[in-house]
């Protein structure tokens, strides 16, 4: 047997594998954020008592047909299956037009007590305060920009599409953790908005400037969300079994097909309803979830 490998290590390697590029030029959002993944599984981790909250779903209103993209709704159930098995409650706010595809990911997952919130923004801040979310998660959720609107990655305003679960996100009294992977998402105001602007194209226009108290920058936000449940699963021995379990090729494709037929969804990319995620083969998102996996096995030295 192998000498156990250091957990600060081996979730920095986690990161590693998950921050890379996919043909956004994101590389200085990946060194700037670098340690948000260790600094997120800590805070979830060392928590005696999490409740936690998540927020997705990123509207593609020229898609075919218009709907949530496929990215984040995935990487959320995963989440939400991982936190149901371990028996942390949760629940996960979305808008209505994105609600569909966020409740077929959960059904994908086999999350069947995971709430989806998809009501005006005041009346889920109550309910997750009643409910006492301790962690509020946002993946892939697009964000206000400077001028109020949230805008996708081409710069288009889709304010009338996307509720402004920002002020869900920074409502409190929770935590607050954000995965992204273009500089518009929930979150990216974490970072500097000329390091957006510089980068990204059409990046001033489209940088998020709600901010995260840990930012998870991935070249795929879906696999910001594999490189959590692998975090969580070295850092609590007793989570291991559940968090790798949901880090399984079987259910992640369940997952994305239910998001995809039942949603429905498409790429946010391509804008087409199909099995990819951000244009990239499932192939592709697979080799990466096993080379997460495999990495994260390690931390028994087996």
């Known amino acids: 047997m192998a000498t156990p490998a250091d957990p600060h290590s081996l979730i920095d390697g986690i ?4 921050q890379v590029d996919v043909g956004r030029n994101i590389n200085a959002l990946f060194d700037a954020a670098k340690g948000g993944l260790w600094a997120a599984a800590c805070a979830l981790a060392g928590s ?20 949530a993209e496929t990215d984040g709704p995935v990487g959320a159930a995963l989440l939400a299956k991982g936190f149901e098995d371990v028996g942390v409650a949760c629940r996960l706010a979305s808008d209505e037009p994105c609600r569909s595809a966020c409740s077929a990911a ?7 007590h995971v709430a989806v919130d ?4 005041d009346t889920i801040i109550d309910r997750w305060r009643h409910a006492g979310i301790t ?15 949230p805008r996708n990655m081409r ?10 679960l ?18 518009n998402e929930i979150g990216m105001g974490y970072l500097p908005r000329q390091l957006i602007a ?14 995260a108290r840990h930012l998870i920058v991935a070249g795929v936000s879906n696999w910001g969300a594999y490189g959590l449940l692998a975090a969580l699963a070295i850092l609590r021995e007793d989570w291991r079994k559940q968090m790798l379990g949901c880090l399984d090729e079987t259910l992640d494709k369940a997952v994305l097909e239910a998001t995809v037929v039942r949603g429905p969804a498409v790429d946010g990319v391509s804008r087409l309803r199909a099995m990819t995620v951000d244009n990239l083969a499932l192939a592709i998102h697979h080799k990466k979830l096993r080379e997460i996996r495999a990495l994260a096995e390690t931390v028994d030295g087996v």
């Open 155 to 164: 710069g288009l305003d889709i304010s009338s599409y996307t509720a402004p």
């Open 48 to 67: 005696s008592a999490v409740r936690v909250g998540l927020i997705t779903g990123f509207y593609v209103p020229l898609g075919s047909p218009p709907a």
């Open 166 to 183: 920002d002020e869900l996100f920074a409502a409190g009294p929770w935590e607050t953790i954000a995965v992204g992977d273009g500089g």
């Open 15 to 18: 990161e590693r594998l998950i």
């Open 118 to 121: 998809a009501d005006d923004v």
């Open 198 to 211: 510089q980068h990204v194209e059409h990046g001033e226009t489209i940088a998020c400037v709600t901010p």
């Open 135 to 149: 962690h509020a998660i946002s993946i892939e959720r697009c964000g206000r920009s400077a001028d109020g609107a």
């Open 106 to 112: 959960l059904a994908g997952a086999g999350a069947f």
